[in-house]
């Protein structure tokens, strides 16, 4: 999927989009993305989101027990599995813990906030299973909490999370395979099913 590219013409390099060819870098830059602030802005993003992906071979895990382990005591995994709130707000608590120093007085109106907030469900489950983005906490809860700086590193706390588990489901997943002993075909929900099995 290759939207733009840069060649060279006689001596000079031009760049071009999809329906346009610019002589100059900066020219290219200015109409593609507005300038070249927001072409660095944009850049540097993507450049951060790269190391925060499961690709990056950052947030491996040595053994299955592992990544077993780690999903024993993931918030994220712990609602997708139905887990009941006081069982999955103290994980939270445990890995905002690790990003930013927590106050008891801070301790316990987050947990008032966030047992008030927790959302686990077939919702969570199906987003989940689909890949898609799914937060079990809503954001604002945890701006009532703490200052923009602690909000930030939070955020990168949670994303790392975000691709270990990722890992750590996927590596598991591939110990079940997409079929029982009988070989019959597994769903998706079929090998959540093992998987937690396994967990818990």
Do not use: W
């Not at 994220?76 to 690790?98: D, G, H, M, S, Y």
């Not at 799914?134 to 955020?155: G, K, M, N």
């Amino acid at each position: 999927d290759i939207r733009y590219i840069g060649y060279r013409d006689g001596g000079q390099t031009r760049y071009m989009s999809t329906d346009r060819t610019f002589d100059s870098l900066s020219d290219f830059i200015v109409s593609e993305f507005g300038s070249v602030a927001n072409f660095t802005s944009l850049y540097l993003e993507h450049f951060g989101n790269a190391f925060f992906s499961p690709g990056s071979g950052l947030y491996g895990f040595d053994s299955d027990r592992a990544a077993i382990d780690f999903l024993k005591h993931d918030y994220r995994f712990n609602a997708v599995c139905n887990r009941q709130a006081e069982e999955t707000i103290p994980l939270f608590i445990e890995l905002l813990k690790k990003a930013v120093i927590v106050t008891p007085a801070q301790e316990a109106r987050l947990t008032k906030l966030l047992a008030d907030s927790y959302k686990a469900g077939n919702q969570i489950t199906s987003d989940f299973l689909s890949g898609k983005s799914f937060e079990v906490f809503r954001p604002q809860t945890l701006r009532a909490v703490f200052s923009p700086d602690e909000y930030e590193l939070i955020q990168t706390a949670i994303t790392e999370n975000k691709a270990r588990l990722a890992i750590a489901y996927c590596r598991i997943s591939k110990t079940i395979g997409n079929s029982d002993a009988n070989g019959a075909y597994l769903s998706d929900r079929d090998i959540l099913k093992e998987i937690s099995k396994r967990t818990f």
